[in-house]
């Protein structure tokens, strides 16, 4: 093998976001032609950056680049598409109201396409030699999330690319149309094409790559022949040792049942089940971590809390007051009432101003927003806020010029500070945070963890959903691993291993009996 | 009556299909040009800048040259709106500035700018009254066929205007052909519908936002030529295009977006302005009764607005992109 030219090579790349966060460290890794390999890493650990440098997104900081053994200098995706690389993305790059064949001929020159017969002739083809279904008059609006992904492929073919590659490609597929993608990736490695596929289903790693490559916090770990793999070898490759962090966890002491969620389904915006039949016990007094790869429930299960998801019928979700032991059915509950009942969400999405927070109002009238009821009609009470605002800013040392500097222009750990602080003063019963260190360093996420144990040890019911295992498995007391939705058993926080709950995160349990079992 | 009531609401209409026309390639890229009241103000008073210079360079206004009569104030026309177009995507697509705010501003700064000139001109040539006649050029403007009045009321509905009307409709059946056929049309709408997919399909989004916001404008423009040239035969008074502009942004929604329904549009929208005229004369009405009809246009506009949200279909929809700036680093 070593002596075929890699149909690409990255050396030594470096990519690094604002001066913190480094995405790849000195990343080298071959990719051959004819080859399926399968790029493996948990949440946050570089696979997709370091993919779009491939596909033009991003320009590495360091490193070269190969392709075929040459250098190149990849700037845009028309580069990428020069060299034969075409990537498939998550969000999918069509336009809705355009057809198959409109969307194939987007940015391209008619001379070389030909008019539209053309083109539905040549997706025909492609069509049939890969053994893809395209209507090449359809809407991509009328299309499923399956053709659309088969219509991205058909895109990057038609546009001659040899090097595809896939960010997880199965996230939105059902098991029978993912068995279908293999199928065509599989024709497609047999006409000498390289396939990277970005992913963190191990069963899937297993079932289609012939390699994979182990990315862990931005470094390349190493790569394994398929067939030498295990789920075992590749999950220890994949969440590494264990790592001791100094995180205190004060005894549970007056464990209270707070949160009682039962059967509840899901479905999200797409109409696909998010959350699938999940029962849950949450108790005053104790911090609940919520494990899994991203995407696999955990908004939904808190929005649903919070209010803001709708459920499927037979969900519930029962909250028992801490004084009275009075029970509340919360599901039906407007946002407001479920609040006034004393659960709070700091949720914190990607985007962190999203949700929560006004970018263009200061530190006091985002505090405000929790309080511009209150207050002698018709003025609003703007003195308490603007305390509140100060202690915040005091006590989690808030960099801001002033409280009244809009927060949209705080840098996002100050923001997330704001967030959260807010959330802990409105003095809750149950609080419910969301990667809520994402992105800070270390010293505020350890401000953070102190104040959930704060609240913790004043017997609020405390879920904590987290992106980092050895966070997780320091702070929390019990952990509830989703897995595609499902819940995948609760584990005591104190004895749990990382390698266990790496393991619930990407397997079901069904699915990892019949493992154990072959 | 009913002929005269037609050609007269073609004749309103016309500025209003050169205005929706324009703002329709201008949206498709997805930048929602509020400035097209402004544009098509600053459009008219370009022209009529350009025709007072040629006239009063004239030794003799009898020995006005057709060819330069017509080309003067249309190339000063485009010019002016082209500027203003040009104004407006610097703002909104290099500098990111909020659309809305950006297009109302040009609205503003269009109409000042208009009537700074205007009443410029007006002083200049120390008039009595309030305008500024430009008879000469506008003769050659308003021409129509010779043998028109010998039709009858075909002659009147079909072949009566200035060649101005007729190449709005042919501008509006060339864009929507360039919308719907050509691949640099499909290339615009996708910068409209979705900047991100252009973008990573390789085609270039600012010099597609720019492009058809300067040519739309332009397009718009010449609906401020043809109502001061042809329309008032050549009189310019301050504030005297009325609310043209908004109409035509009006008449871009009503249309869904399709220069070729704009045709037919137009002429309907160019009908209910004047249509309280001509109701007065059958059933005499008061003033009130009279301004309730003026808005009859906007009320269709509405109506259409509700009608497309109930039927919920996607190719009625404004481009989705519409009003919103395009970051790369967003992706």
Redesign the interface.
């Known amino acids: 093998m070593d002596k075929q030219t890699p149909a690409v090579s990255l050396r030594h790349i470096t990519k690094a976001f604002g001066s913190k966060v480094v995405a790849n460290k000195d990343v080298s890794m071959d990719i051959m032609s004819g080859e399926i390999l399968s790029l493996l890493g948990e949440n946050g650990s570089g696979k997709t950056t370091l993919m779009n440098m491939l596909s033009g997104i991003y320009h590495q900081d360091a490193g070269q680049i190969l392709v075929n053994g040459n250098e190149v200098f990849i700037n845009s995706p028309k580069d990428a598409y020069a060299l034969g690389i075409g990537m498939i993305h998550q969000h999918f790059k069509l336009v809705e109201v355009f057809t198959a064949v409109e969307n194939v001929a987007l940015g391209m020159d008619k001379k070389t396409t030909g008019g539209a017969k053309e083109i539905a002739k040549a997706i025909t083809e492609i069509c049939d030699r890969y053994g893809f279904d395209v209507d090449p008059k359809k809407k991509v609006y009328n299309m499923t999330v399956s053709q659309k992904q088969t219509l991205e492929i058909v895109k990057a073919l038609y546009r001659g690319a040899n090097i595809l590659i896939l960010d997880e490609p199965t996230a939105v597929l059902t098991p029978q149309e993912t068995d279908k993608l293999f199928a065509v990736l599989r024709n497609m490695k047999k006409d000498g094409k390289s396939i990277i596929i970005i992913t963190h289903k191990l069963n899937e790693v297993l079932a289609i790559s012939d390699r994979v490559a182990i990315l862990r916090k931005g470094e390349y770990i190493g790569d394994v022949e398929t067939k030498d793999a295990s789920v075992q070898s590749l999950t220890e490759m994949m969440v590494g040792q264990k790592v001791e962090l100094d995180i205190e966890r004060p005894a549970v002491e007056h464990k209270a049942l707070r949160l009682r969620i039962d059967h509840l389904t899901c479905l999200d915006r797409y109409g696909v089940t998010a959350l699938d039949d999940v029962s849950l016990e949450a108790y005053g007094g104790e911090i609940l971590g919520i494990a899994g790869i991203s995407g696999s429930g955990q908004k939904q299960l808190l929005e649903a809390v919070a209010g803001l998801q709708h459920a499927e019928s037979g969900s519930s979700i029962e909250y028992i007051e801490p004084d009275t032991g009075t029970r509340h059915q919360l599901l039906g509950k407007s946002v407001s009432d479920i609040k006034r009942m004393g659960v709070a969400l700091s949720f914190v999405p990607e985007d962190r101003l999203g949700m929560g927070l006004v970018g263009a109002m200061g530190m006091t009238d985002n505090m405000m927003l929790r309080s511009y009821e209150k207050g002698r009609l018709p003025f609003t009470d703007r003195k308490t806020p603007r305390q509140l605002a100060s202690k915040v800013k005091e006590e989690l040392e808030v960099v801001t010029p002033s409280l009244n500097t809009p927060v949209r222009k705080l840098s996002g750990g100050n923001v997330q500070k704001v967030l959260v602080g807010r959330e802990i003063a409105s003095d809750p019963t149950v609080l419910m945070a969301a990667y809520a260190v994402r992105g800070l360093d270390i010293n505020t996420s350890y401000t953070i963890y102190r104040l959930l144990n704060e609240q913790k040890k004043k017997g609020v019911a405390v879920i904590y959903v987290g992106e980092d295992l050895d966070v997780l498995l320091a702070l929390c007391d019990r952990i509830a691993v989703l897995c595609g939705g499902k819940l995948n058993g609760v584990v005591d926080g104190k004895t749990a291993t990382k390698e266990e709950v790496g393991l619930m995160m990407t397997n079901l349990r069904t699915e990892r009996k019949e493992a154990d079992a072959s | 009556m009913i002929v005269s009531f037609i050609h007269r609401a073609v004749m309103q209409g016309i500025p209003l299909l050169y205005g929706a026309t324009g703002e329709i390639i201008t949206e498709k890229s997805g930048n929602l040009n509020l400035g097209i009241p402004g544009v098509m103000y600053v459009g008219g008073i370009s022209g009529v800048i350009g025709a007072f210079m040629y006239e009063n360079s004239l030794p003799d206004k009898s020995a006005a040259n057709p060819f330069w009569a017509i080309a003067i104030p249309l190339l000063c026309c485009l010019l002016g709106s082209f500027l203003i177009g040009l104004l407006y995507s610097f703002l909104t697509t290099t500098l990111r500035a909020n659309q809305n705010v950006t297009g109302l501003a040009i609205t503003t700064f269009g109409v000042g700018l208009g009537n700074f000139f205007g009443g410029s001109l007006i002083k200049i040539v120390g008039a009595d009254v309030p305008s500024i006649t430009l008879s000469t050029t506008s003769k050659f403007f308003s021409a129509s066929l010779p043998f028109a009045q010998n039709l009858g009321w075909f002659g009147e509905i079909f072949l009566s205007y200035g060649f101005l009307a007729y190449l709005a409709v042919i501008v509006a059946i060339l864009a929507s052909l360039f919308l719907k056929r050509s ?1 640099v049309g ?2 615009l ?2 910068v409209g ?2 900047p ?8 270039n989004v600012s010099r597609y936002k720019y492009l058809s916001t300067c040519v739309g404008s332009m397009i718009a423009g010449l609906g401020g030529l043809y109502y001061v040239m042809d329309y008032v035969s050549g009189v310019w008074s301050n504030d005297g295009f009325g609310d043209r502009g908004w109409l035509a942004i009006a008449l871009v929604i009503f249309t869904v977006w399709k220069p070729n329904f704009a045709i037919i549009g137009s002429i309907l929208f160019g009908g209910l302005y004047i249509v309280h005229n001509y109701l007065n004369q059958l059933i005499p009405m008061n003033m009130s009764s009279q301004e309730l009809i003026k808005m009859a246009p906007y009320v269709v506009t509405v109506l259409v607005l509700i009608f497309n949200s109930m039927r919920n279909k ?2 009625s ?1 404004p481009p ?1 992109a519409l009003g919103l700036s395009y970051f790369r680093e967003d ?1």
């Open positions: 691949r499909l290339n709408r996708a519908e979705n991100a997919t252009a973008d990573a399909a390789g085609i996607r190719e929809q989705e992706r």
